[in-house]
Every structure is written in C-alpha cells, then in structure tokens.
C-alpha cells in the first residue's frame, strides 16, 4: 500500500503537516511562556494591593499571598520610588533578567527554546507594566521550574493535537485523492490493458468521460492514440493480405511465364524472319515480368478464394502439368515423367487450384532431381478409395532437407532450394484445404520423395 500513489501521498500529507505544526509549535509556545509570564505579574500585583492600603501584614499571610502568585518577591515603582511590596527568601541569585514591556516575537522565542533546552532551575527576574497604570512598573523573582514544566505540559498537548489534526487531514485527503485521482487512473489503466490484449478491436478505445479536467484531457489523448492505432494495425493487415495475395499470385504467375519462356525459345529457332526477329523481344519482356513477379515474393500469405468444384477429368490436368515441366528440362538432363492415371477417372474440384497444386508438386520435384544434375523419375499415380481420391507425386530425388520439413507448410520458412521462396508448398495446402482434403508429406528420404493428396468424393450434386 506504500508503495502506491495514494499510500505515498498520505505519508507526505503527515509529513508535510507535521511540519507545519512544528512551525506552529514555537511560536506558540512562545506566546505561552510569555502569558505565564504575564499572568505571575498580576497575580503579583493583585497580592499587593493589601500592602498599598496597609504598611503592615501578617507575615504568614504574606507567604500565603507569594506562594498563591508563584513567585518569591515582588517590587513596585510608584512615583519615581521603589519599593519592595512582597519578599521571601531568595534561594539562589538572580540568573536573569526579562523585560516583558514590549519584547519583539524574536526576543520570546529565543527566550522560551533558551528555558526549554535548560533543565537546571534557576532563579529569574521579571520586569513588567502593572494593570490599569498602578505605577510605574512591577518587578517580580520566580524559580524557573514551574514555568518549564509548564511549558512542556503545554507543548506535548500542542502536539498530540497536531499528530491527530495530522492523521485527520492525512485520511480525508487520502479518501479524496482515491476518489478523484487514484481511482480514474486505476480505470484508465484497465482500459489500457484491456486495449492491449486486442488492439485491433475498435470496441476497446477508451471512450473519454472523466470530470476532472486534466484526467479528461489523458483520456482525449489516449483515445486519440488508440483511434490512430487501430486504424493503422487495421490498414497494416489489408496491406499484408493485399500483399500476401500478391505473391501467391507472383508464385505462380512466374511459374506461367517461366513455361511461356520455354515456348519462345523454342520459338526462336523458326525459319520465319517476322518471327525469328519479334521473338528475342517477346523473350526479354517475359524475362523482364518474371523478375518483377519474382520481385514480389517478399509478402505474406493471403486467403484463397472458395473453390468453384466441378467435374474434372485428371489425367487430362496431370498431362497438362506434366508436358509444362518437360518444356523446362534441359537436353542435358535427364528427367523422366510417368503417369497412372485411369482414363475415366474424373475428381470433383477446381481445375485451376488442382493444376496450380499439382504444379507446384511437379514442379518442386523437378527442381530437386535438376539441382543434384543426375537422373531421375517423376511418376504422377492416382486411385479411388472408399470415400476419397488419392493422388500422389513421387520422385527419386535427394529427399527434402530437415529444416525443410519442419516447416514444410509455412511460407517463407519451407524452401528445400536456395533461392525457393517456400510459397509453392503453403499455397499447395491451402488450395487442398479449401477442398476439405489434405496434403501431406508421406515420404522423404535419400530414396525420394512423395507427396499425397487426399479429396473427399463429396455429393456431385
């Protein structure tokens, strides 16, 4: 509780008020030593008045008269004369001398810490103006004993009452402070932390509402700083979807030009001149938009849109993908392509994803078997089960590498190639999700790689 805001500020309350009463305190006490003072020089006076009538008074009457005023002799000065009104003996000589006709506030407090910090009892003299101008002056001699103790009973009593006026202010503020301060702040907090658990959930921006003027405008603010926030986390995420459907379509739209490319080479070698002279242009312009697709690799992932599922001949899609890869083998290398496709077999999907998926698959198994420059085979199978169609890619390649297959599905972390962007595998699952099946690795090794994908036979509708 201390160590809180409204803990501290009671301690400094008690502190700070503490302090103000000690500043009290020695004036006051001050004023009290000098009305002590003041009061033993009219007792004084007033025991004697019975002198003044009468020369002679019985002596213990007189003793009676100095113990009841508090003090040990009495003189008055009357018409230039001195004279000694009250006496009794005096047990030690005069140590000092106050004059209380009109000291200064300075004088009084040095008077009283000088008594307070004296604990010897001394004999003193007082000099004073008597009531309603019966003379000149009066003059009196005390111990100093009582007026000490007197003061001391007066300054603890000033204070006890200033350690309760102390704790009494201390409370109240600290119940205000709570209320007013500490309280508002405690919420802003929470709406702070609960903004931050979600910041991209517009329901959680503060909604400023705070009546003290300087919490309200820390409100405005704040509410402002989550409004700009949030919007920015917002267009933050559109642009990353924006961007990781670009390079879903970047991946494989370079894969299209890539096989384009092939196309124009092979168109290069024509005998016509029209065509021998426009195709070296045609080749650098697809080059030049397989960079810029290439270029674009860098963005995140994006959802794929729901697929339109129709009857699908297979064999007619894998033939497709298969002739693409061949056009990309060079004659130097020596990769073989091999389907096991029933004629009549015919899937329910979408011809487009199905083609993109069983390219990437193709296309990543040529990749591999090409990078290690020996021969190989890629053999594209496919069969009917009892409630789903299973297709697979097999090749006789190095098998994928260990950090490749612990994030094999994940973009940008799944590339089995240096230069591979790790995309073709993320979109390949996608696709096949979005299918309801499954793709998976199903085997990997120095002996090859296999890859399997599962589609649900479904209702033709």
Same mark, same amino acid.
């Given at each position: 509780?201390?160590?809180?805001?409204?803990?501290?500020?009671?301690?400094?309350?008690?502190?700070?008020?503490?302090?103000?009463?000690?500043?009290?305190?020695?004036?006051?006490?001050?004023?009290?030593?000098?009305?002590?003072?003041?009061?033993?020089?009219?007792?004084?006076?007033?025991?004697?008045?019975?002198?003044?009538?009468?020369?002679?008074?019985?002596?213990?009457?007189?003793?009676?008269?100095?113990?009841?005023?508090?003090?040990?002799?009495?003189?008055?000065?009357?018409?230039?004369?001195?004279?000694?009104?009250?006496?009794?003996?005096?047990?030690?000589?005069?140590?000092?001398?106050?004059?209380?006709?009109?000291?200064?506030?300075?004088?009084?407090?040095?008077?009283?810490?000088?008594?307070?910090?004296?604990?010897?009892?001394?004999?003193?003299?007082?000099?004073?103006?008597?009531?309603?101008?019966?003379?000149?002056?009066?003059?009196?001699?005390?111990?100093?004993?009582?007026?000490?103790? @007197?003061? #001391?009973?007066?300054? /603890? =009593?000033?204070? !006890?009452? $200033? &350690?309760?006026?102390?704790?009494?202010?201390? *409370?109240?503020?600290?119940?205000?402070?709570?209320?007013?301060?500490?309280?508002?702040?405690?919420?802003?907090?929470?709406?702070?932390?609960?903004?931050?658990?979600?910041?991209?959930?517009?329901?959680?921006?503060?909604?400023?509402?705070?009546?003290?003027?300087?919490?309200?405008?820390?409100?405005?603010?704040?509410?402002?700083?989550?409004?700009?926030?949030?919007?920015?986390?917002?267009?933050?995420?559109?642009?990353?979807?924006?961007?990781?459907?670009? @390079?879903? #379509?970047?991946?494989? /739209? =370079?894969?299209? !030009?890539? $096989? &384009?490319?092939?196309?124009?080479?092979?168109? *290069?070698?024509?005998?016509?001149?029209?065509?021998?002279?426009?195709?070296?242009?045609?080749?650098?312009?697809?080059?030049?938009?397989?960079?810029?697709?290439?270029?674009?690799?860098?963005?995140?992932?994006?959802?794929?849109?729901?697929?339109?599922?129709?009857?699908?001949?297979?064999?007619?899609?894998?033939?497709?993908?298969?002739?693409?890869?061949?056009?990309?083998?060079?004659?130097?290398?020596?990769?073989?392509?091999?389907?096991?496709?029933?004629?009549?077999?015919?899937?329910?999907?979408?011809?487009?994803? !199905?083609?993109?998926?069983?390219?990437?698959?193709?296309?990543?198994?040529?990749?591999?078997?090409?990078?290690?420059?020996?021969?190989?085979?890629?053999?594209?199978?496919?069969?009917?089960?009892?409630?789903?169609?299973?297709?697979?890619?097999?090749?006789?390649?190095?098998?994928?590498?260990?950090?490749?297959?612990?994030?094999?599905?994940?973009?940008?972390?799944?590339?089995?190639?240096?230069?591979?962007?790790?995309?073709?595998?993320?979109?390949?699952?996608?696709?096949?999700?979005?299918?309801?099946?499954?793709?998976?690795?199903?085997?990997?090794?120095?002996?090859?790689?296999?890859?399997?994908?599962?589609?649900?036979?479904?209702?033709?509708?």
């Amino acid at each position: 509780m201390l160590s809180s805001l409204s803990g501290r500020f009671l301690i400094l309350t008690v502190v700070f008020v503490m302090i103000a009463e000690v500043l009290i305190f020695v004036p006051s006490v001050a004023r009290f030593r000098e009305d002590y003072l003041l009061a033993r020089l009219e007792r004084a006076q007033i025991a004697s008045l019975a002198l003044l009538a009468d020369d002679m008074i019985d002596p213990e009457l007189e003793v009676e008269r100095l113990e009841n005023a508090g003090v040990l002799n009495v003189v008055l000065r009357r018409d230039e004369a001195r004279q000694l009104a009250l006496s009794s003996p005096v047990p030690a000589p005069v140590a000092a001398t106050y004059d209380l006709r009109d000291p200064s506030p300075l004088v009084l407090i040095r008077d009283a810490l000088a008594r307070l910090a004296d604990p010897e009892e001394r004999v003193i003299r007082v000099i004073g103006a008597p009531l309603r101008e019966a003379g000149q002056l009066i003059e009196v001699t005390m111990l100093t004993a009582p007026l000490r103790a @007197a003061m #001391i009973d007066y300054g /603890l =009593r000033i204070l !006890l009452l $200033s &350690a309760v006026i102390s704790f009494v202010t201390a *409370g109240l503020l600290f119940l205000a402070v709570r209320a007013i301060l500490v309280k508002p702040i405690e919420r802003l907090v929470g709406h702070m932390r609960r903004y931050a658990a979600a910041p991209e959930d517009a329901n959680r921006i503060i909604r400023p509402g705070n009546g003290v003027r300087e919490l309200r405008e820390a409100e405005d603010a704040l509410a402002r700083m989550q409004t700009e926030l949030t919007h920015a986390l917002r267009q933050k995420a559109r642009l990353a979807r924006l961007g990781e459907a670009v @390079a879903k #379509i970047s991946h494989d /739209l =370079r894969n299209i !030009l890539t $096989s &384009a490319q092939l196309f124009t080479d092979r168109i *290069g070698g024509s005998e016509d001149p029209m065509v021998r002279r426009m195709a070296p242009k045609l080749v650098n312009s697809i080059r030049r938009a397989v960079a810029l697709t290439e270029s674009v690799l860098a963005f995140g992932r994006a959802e794929e849109p729901p697929p339109a599922l129709t009857r699908v001949p297979l064999a007619e899609v894998v033939s497709d993908v298969i002739d693409s890869e061949r056009l990309a083998v060079e004659d130097s290398q020596e990769v073989s392509f091999s389907e096991d496709i029933p004629a009549t077999l015919a899937v329910r999907a979408d011809p487009e994803q !199905l083609h993109r998926t069983l390219a990437n698959l193709v296309r990543n198994a040529r990749q591999a078997i090409t990078g290690t420059g020996r021969s190989g085979e890629i053999c594209v199978s496919a069969r009917e089960e009892d409630d789903c169609w299973i297709i697979s890619v097999t090749d006789t390649g190095p098998g994928l590498p260990p950090k490749a297959q612990e994030h094999l599905f994940s973009p940008f972390q799944g590339g089995a190639r240096k230069g591979g962007s790790g995309l073709g595998l993320a979109i390949a699952a996608e696709l096949m999700r979005g299918h309801g099946g499954t793709l998976e690795l199903t085997r990997t090794g120095p002996e090859g790689t296999r890859f399997t994908i599962r589609l649900p036979t479904g209702d033709w509708g």
